[in-house]
């Protein structure tokens, strides 16, 4: 969570060049921002509570070449102007930019008031500049005073800190993603790439456990541990400025749905060894384990039921953040599948870090290139979704299933059958997704929007489909939605059906079939308006969204409309579905 921005070079424009590259991270929290400019005066500060979308960059430092600033999602301390970042050292040389949590801040805090030092805000993150500052009194330059203090803070954590006498940015990274970028005119220092994309493609990746210094000319990475140097390789990224911008769209989040017209075969498009080699792994291994978060977890529910059908293969599921006991499972001969759209999540980092002190291979199922994940894993499969900027997350979704059908596929020997059947899924996703199809979701939505309680169901990998559908319709909407396996309304949840309560069905043309419109018909009888998603019509459906049949992939195409019809609702109620309450893109704390 958090965004962090900055830039030091030849450029002069430094203020507005981090505070509209920090409006392409905003999707990491946006609550608050602020800036820090170095100018002749010194360093120059400005923060605020909102968005940072509504900043005008030409505002900021406009005489200055080195500036760094940051978008906020609370944690420690309210929404504020005092608690937004940067924050200043005592004697207003240092400011920092943070994103994660020093663990020990209380302590810290404690210690530096016995000293002296007067606390602005209610951060954990005040303690940083002061820190800093504390380790430069006792005489080391600034890059090293980051270092040590670096060596005092516990947590998980990434530091953007700038030095106004020396004019030094300097960052350091345990946990929290940081980037470099390259350019011709100086270097660009991030918590994500969009941040500097049309500055330039070049990066260097800090890894965990490492600073980074520059003066605007030069950089140097070193070890925290050890102050050792660390050389750095140039990687040239893919993605374009072009993917990472809304276009015509009105917001991300639609704009992403409709991506979905390539984006299934460009995750198919994987080299095939590379598939068999992981259906092999999957095949030997003692257990192989599916862990994700949120949607990239309902990912690997849905893959639980395309190991079955397809390939009649066990796997075991769980979410990330419930995996630590699961340790009790694991040997060396074990398989964590880990699935991330944005390579960042804490708790899938943690259930990593479990699989590994047991010697397992983990094999990662990733968005982004380079992430925190991806790097700490033994083998990576990209689902080359291009950057996903909204909340929610809807083309990263499509691209695991499709990725982890595929090995399904592969495991049976039938990678070709796989391949094809996923490639001409996106070709029915690219024909169903014309606007006729989004008008008819858009009149759905307006017939149900001033309901609070929206309750949909499915069978087999409709289930994760419909849990899934829920927390789209959640995020974005505001609206309460729950998701059920069809056959479990009867056990509870059916007691909450009132005369009229919308009520949606994932329907397949599959061995469930007639079950789940059993399960529809028991809603209706009580009074719900029944919505079918399904490839054929059935008599019990108030209204019918027609999907295209497509087999093993099914899932995969009925979730779309579901995304649709969750930002159709948070459009209609009046909400912003790129940037829900409360929510960040990148959960980078446990
Ligand atoms: C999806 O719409 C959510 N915003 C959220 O559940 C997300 O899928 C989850 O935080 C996991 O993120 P990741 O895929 O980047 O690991």
């Given amino acids: 969570m958090c965004g962090i921005f900055g830039y030091t070079g030849k450029r002069d424009d430094a203020g507005s060049v981090v505070i509209d590259g920090l409006k392409n991270l905003e999707y990491r929290g946006y609550d608050s921002w602020g800036v820090a400019c170095r100018e002749e005066k010194g360093i120059l500060v400005a923060k605020d509570i909102g968005k940072i979308s509504a900043v005008e960059s030409r505002e900021f430092g406009h005489t200055c070449c080195l500036a760094l600033a940051h978008t906020r999602w609370a944690t420690h301390g309210g929404v504020t102007p005092a608690n937004a970042h940067p924050h200043l050292s005592r004697d207003r040389t240092i400011a920092v930019a943070h994103n994660g949590i020093i663990e020990n801040h209380e302590a810290l805090r404690k210690e530096l008031m016995q000293k002296g030092y007067v606390f602005l805000s209610q951060t954990d993150s005040e303690v940083i500049p002061h820190c800093i ?124 749905i409709m991506d979905q017209k390539e984006s299934i075969a460009r995750a198919v498009n994987q080299d095939e060894d590379a598939i068999r080699r992981v259906a092999e792994a999957i095949r030997s291994a003692k257990g192989t384990f599916l862990v994700g978060c949120g ?70 199922i990733v968005n982004v290139e380079g992430s925190s994940i991806s790097r700490a894993a033994d ?37 070709h059958e796989g391949k094809t059947l996923l490639l001409e899924t996106g070709a029915l996703i690219n024909d169903m997704l014309n606007p006729r199809y989004v008008d008819r979701i858009s009149a759905i939505a307006s017939r149900i929007k001033s309901h609070e309680d929206l309750y949909i169901i499915g069978k087999s990998w409709h289930y994760p489909m419909a849990l899934e559908s829920a927390i789209k319709i959640q995020e974005v909407s505001y609206v309460h939605a729950e998701g059920f396996a069809g056959g479990e309304l009867k056990h509870g949840p059916i007691a909450l059906i009132e005369q009229g309560t919308p009520c949606i069905a994932l329907v397949g043309n599959d061995e469930v079939t007639a079950d789940i419109i059993n399960n529809a018909t028991e809603l209706k009888a009580r009074g719900a308006l029944v919505i079918g998603i399904a490839p054929e019509r059935h008599a019990i459906f108030d209204e019918w969204l027609k999907t295209p049949d497509a087999a093993a992939a099914q899932p995969i195409v009925s979730i779309i409309p579901m995304q649709i019809l969750a930002y159709e609702l948070a459009v209609q109620r009046g909400k912003d579905p790129d940037m829900p309450r409360n929510l960040a893109k990148s959960v980078t704390v446990k």
């Fill in 133 to 256: 500052e504390e380790e430069m009194c006792a005489g080391y330059p600034f890059a090293e005073a980051v270092r040590r203090a670096c060596l005092r803070f516990h947590g998980r954590y990434a530091i953007l800190a700038m030095h106004e006498p020396t004019g030094m940015l300097v960052g350091a990274r345990t946990g929290s993603p940081l980037i470099v970028g390259v350019g011709d005119d100086g270097y660009y220092v991030a918590s994500d790439i969009p941040a500097f994309l049309e500055h330039t493609r070049t990066v260097q990746y800090i890894d965990d456990g490492e600073t980074v210094e520059t003066d605007g000319a030069s950089i140097v990475f070193r070890d925290i541990a050890t102050g050792q140097e660390r050389q750095k390789r140039e990687v040239r990224i893919t993605w374009t400025v072009e993917q990472a911008q809304k276009g015509e769209f009105p917001h991300f989040m639609l704009k992403e």
């Fill in 295 to 364: 949607t990239a977890h309902k990912a690997c529910m849905a893959a639980e039921y395309f190991f079955s059908v397809v390939s009649e293969h066990h796997v075991n599921v769980c979410s990330a953040g419930e995996f630590k006991l699961y340790h009790h499972f694991l040997a060396p001969e074990s398989l964590l599948i880990v699935v991330s759209q944005s390579g960042e999540t804490a708790d899938v980092l943690e259930a990593m870090n479990i699989a590994k002190s047991k010697g397992s291979k983990v094999l990662a």
């Fill in 379 to 415: 083998y990576t499969l990209l689902i080359n979704a291009g950057p996903e900027r909204a909340v929610a997350s809807t083309k990263g979704l499509t691209g695991q299933m499709s990725v982890l059908l595929l090995i399904a596929y592969a495991l049976k020997h039938a990678l």
